[in-house]
């Protein structure tokens, strides 16, 4: 009796069940059909602006082809990295101005970033403050961000030139310097000015990275830490710094990606000099000026595998798990 | 007055100057180019904190010599250009990403977080390879085409974040309703992410408008180069004498528009930076 009377409606839900379930699978497969369908425009455009030239790219340093002539490039092997040649190396890896663009490079972007991270946290946690005005502040300190590199590039050109430039003007004002310093020429300053107008536009980025991490810390430990009296030197270390760590990983890694990657600045500010030529500064000038493409191809995809080592070590070295959005 | 009250005020005092110490830091060279902009070149040497008089003869230099208008214009369309391609690939993508569960996802994720990473340099014989093969060198198309690869990776990675934020309810009652995807996102989420695509295309805007590399290797003559080329490639007129007023007038002429849209869109600009790096 009570099972055929329980029977009747258990079988009709469980059809009902069924009915939806199988509507439900329906839509979950047209959703996942449409989701392919959508990704589709969006992963052509990406295969042919980044796959395929990225490829050619690297097929193109093993051949010797030249700018005015791409379709009759020959397969060389790996002559344009480093070849054997009449009891001498040649190629890129034997060639010091190469050597020297990586230098330049690493060097900038240890000494820049470094720089950037410091005084970015600085300015977030003034920013991070509460004080009359800081929406001002805060749409100030975001200018230099706002400036397109080029245009910065130039201002400060102009600010370190060595005749008319305000630098050297307020600096033999103060007493500092006696004789103008031609920062932009000379090779000790150069890497200096490309540094400093480099920190000078990036502040702003990680500062507000570092502010977002900032305005989600937890309140009470500061309260707490304010009623036992502890130092607030002592609580940055302590409590803050360990809790923006994750911010400023991913802060430090943009800004690392951003800056072994450098062109604009040291191009404008110093052209082709090699006191400060960038790899990526390297590569174009054998790609564009002096036309060989498989050489300066076979730069880039150096710079590429740099890159590329540079984040896989950084990823593992700081234990970061990049959110790949698991959680949807 | 006690040493506390002291200690006190000598904090507030601090805190202020530092205060002080950062907007002069962030907003000095600007305000500099401004004034250098305004000096007629007889006066360039003069190193002043205040412009003594008001010259716009750089200015009128600037703004009637024709290839440097036809470069805004060209800045204009391209920017324009890539902002509305990388939100509308970026949008449906980012639905796709954001709110369907499927196989091979946190493969694509991967993908374009790889595509931002890459150096533009690694890319650069490559991508000419494929701009001469499509006819397109020395044309602003050319340029609305490869800055696709800086664009859309970010503007899809904002928008899934956004994405994921709005609420599973309202995808539900629009499947009820029996909406296609298509129409969900046309009809119910599109207006809920206007926010955010606002935010995602004034980025782009601003990536596009910057360039520097591309535009210089891709563009060859004057009427087709974008403006930080047109401005790069000012100072290489004469070897001798830079012509600094000019540059300087043309660099706040470029960037002026940036700084309002900037500070009028501060908080969303920061937000977006903070979805794009933090959360991602």
Redesign the interface.
Known sequence: MTTSHSSAPEGARSAALTARRSRGTKVRRQRVKAAWLFLTPMLIALALVAGWPLFRTFFLSFTDASLSDLGTANFIGFENYLVHDNGRWFGILADSVWWQSVWNTVYFSVVSVSLEVVFGVIVALILNAEFKGRTIVRAAVLIPWAIPTIVSAQMWAWMLNDQFGIINHMLMGIGVIDDPIAWTASATYSMWAVIMVDVWKTIPFVALLVLAALQMLPKDCYEAAEVDGIHPVRVFFKVTLPLITPALMVAVIFRLLDALRVFDVIYVLTSNSTSTMSMSVYARQQLVEFQDVGYGSAASTLLFLIIALATIAYIYAGRKQLQLGGDA | MTARQLGKIAKRVG?WA??VL??V???F??Y??VI?SLKPSSE??R?ELWPSSWHLGNYVQILTEASFLRAILNSIVVAISVVF?ALL??I??S????????RG??T??????G?S??????????????I?TLNLYNNPAGLI??Y??FT??FT?WVL??FM?QLPMELEEAA?MDGA???ITITKVFLPLMWPAMATTGLLAF?AA??E??FAL?FTLTDTQRT???A??LL?GGSSYELP?GP??AA?VV??VP??V???IF?RR??SG??AG????
Not at chain 2, 108 to 113: A, E, P, S
Not at chain 2, 117 to 130: C, D, H, I, N
Not at chain 2, 277 to 280: E, I
């Open positions: 805190f530092l205060i950062i907007m830091y962030a907003v060279p600007f500099y180019a250098t360039l040497f190193v391609i690939l970026g449906t993508a639905y796709a990403l954001g709110r369907v569960r499927f996802r946190s694509v994720l991967l993908v374009i977080l595509v990473m890459f150096p533009q340099v690694a890319v650069l014989s490559g991508l000419f390879e494929v001469r085409l490869s696709t690869i859309l990776p899809v899934t974040t994921k499947i296609t995807p298509w601003i408008w910057n520097f590399l290797t403006v930080p080329v401005i790069a100072s600094w540059i300087m660099s470029v960037t940036l700084v849209l900037v500070i501060q600009i920061v930076l903070t790096a933090v959360k991602g």
